[in-house]
């Protein structure tokens, strides 16, 4: 006697098979669209021997002319140069136009012209879940592709340069596989713009992205017009702090920033800010976290007065800051 124990054939189903099918279109033109714009870096260094290699990384195409962008820490560093190869074979000098550490981005200028640009998107439409692309060249390997989906937004990154500390914001978190030599290529969204550049790895199955938002595109603009960016500094170190109950209903928020320290000889101590301080407003603005009050320390700020609001102990003071510029 013998059993025949049946079983369902390993064929897809059909709407299994569509499903695939929609989700490998999406991420084959994506590849097809971005990749030509995404060149593969190979960073030199001048040494007393001449120029011997620095690292390695990935750099999205601005502009046909070779403008293109990247991480800066792929590119910091004094003597930075290198190469610039392309899937289409081309390899390219490339010098470094800009580079500010403390957003973790850099502008390059290759030595030739008819670059594929990619498409710039909008980070802050994302939402957690969406389909993602990163693009780049992790160990060299040229134009890999890795998919993967949002899965987190709003985090903060630490980026330092000197010993100035400041906290990039609204990081964008992907499950999309990233790699060394990913750095400085872009995470792009199912329609083929580029909503990030990569900058690193917090942990297996975890990648991280400086978004592409209204901040950043200053940034970039900066970077390719003057070759750096400047920024005010008031010389206050802080953090979010729950307002007093009178103070929640009168401003009708629940939070401020707690001064925590006061620099010396700073903006901040000369206004007469000490800590404990409470501020609650900036520049006409409600401030309730410390990036709160970084998204105004740009160079507009710079010399002018900036009037500033603060709750200490039960009383209200206004005061005045004058910002200078920052100095790395």
Do not use: C
Not at 284 to 300: K, T
Not at 318 to 324: A, C, G, M, Q, S
């Amino acid at each position: 006697m013998s059993t025949t124990i049946e079983h369902e054939p390993d064929t897809p189903r059909p709407d299994e098979d569509e499903a695939l099918d929609a989700y490998s279109r999406v991420v084959i033109d994506v590849a097809e669209r971005v990749s030509p714009s995404v060149g593969s870096l190979r960073v030199m260094r001048r040494g007393r021997s001449g120029h011997v290699p620095a690292g390695a990384g990935s750099a999205v195409a601005l502009t046909p002319d070779g403008f293109m962008l990247t991480s800066a820490h792929v590119v910091s560093g004094p003597g930075r140069a290198g190469r610039a190869a392309f899937i289409d074979g081309r390899e390219l000098r490339f010098s470094v136009v800009g580079v500010d550490r403390l957003s973790d981005l850099a502008v390059l200028r290759v030595d030739g012209d008819g670059l594929t640009p990619a498409v710039l998107g909008e980070a802050e439409r994302l939402r957690v879940g969406q389909l993602v692309v990163a693009i780049g060249n992790p160990n060299g390997f040229a134009g890999s592709v890795t998919a993967g989906v949002i899965s987190a937004l709003g985090r903060s990154l630490p980026a330092r340069s000197g010993r100035t500390v400041r906290y990039i914001d609204n990081v964008i978190q992907t499950d999309a596989a990233l790699n060394p030599g990913n750095s400085g290529g872009g995470l792009v969204d199912s329609r083929g713009r580029v909503v990030g550049i990569n900058t690193a790895v917090a942990g297996v199955g975890l990648g991280l992205a400086v978004p592409i938002n209204a901040a950043t595109r200053q940034i970039v603009a900066k970077l390719m017009s003057d070759g750096r960016v400047r920024r005010a500094y008031i010389g206050i170190a802080g953090g979010p702090r729950p307002l007093p109950p009178q103070a929640r209903v009168r401003l009708g928020r629940a939070a401020g920033v707690e001064v925590v320290e006061v620099a010396a000889g700073s903006p901040a101590q000369r206004a007469g800010l000490r800590a404990e301080d409470l501020i609650v407003d900036l520049g006409g603005r409600p401030v309730e976290r410390a990036d709160d009050i970084q998204r105004l320390m740009n160079d507009a700020a710079i010399g002018r007065p900036l009037p500033v609001r603060l709750l200490r102990g039960e009383r209200w003071l206004d005061l005045e800051l004058y910002p200078v510029e920052l100095v790395e």
